[in-house]
């Protein structure tokens, strides 16, 4: 699977962003796909959002109610709607794609930076 994320930018304390993460071929019958992003001056990425088989969600305690994940299987897209955003949202937000069985790791998106000034 290869991914394509964008929509990154610069935007002011408050606004908003739509990224996107578009892959090479059908995603939405693996379980928990999701962005990921890693803060400045780290090394690790964490989960902020993903998405399971079925359309339950999970959200990071630090974006509940402003972020919402979503994809279109049509478009084999996945989106991250950021909403209210903060400074601290400020990072490269990766998607990501679990490994199938008979895959030997994760598919990674190439990151979309998002700065949020104050």
């Known amino acids: 699977v290869q991914l394509q994320a964008s929509g990154g930018g610069l935007v002011q304390a408050g606004g908003s962003l739509r990224l996107s993460c578009q892959a090479s071929?059908?995603?939405?019958?693996?379980?928990?796909m999701g962005w990921y992003r890693q803060l400045p001056g780290t090394h690790q990425r964490s989960l902020v959002a993903a998405i399971r088989l079925g359309g339950s969600t999970y959200y990071a305690d630090s974006v509940k109610g402003r972020f919402t994940i979503s994809g279109d299987s049509a478009k084999n897209t996945m989106y991250l709607q950021m909403n209210s955003l903060k400074p601290d949202d400020t990072a490269v937000y990766y998607c990501n794609v679990p490994a199938r069985h008979w895959e030997q790791s994760d598919h990674w998106g190439q990151g979309t930076l998002v700065t949020v000034s104050s």
């Open positions: 071929e059908n995603i939405f019958s693996i379980n928990g």
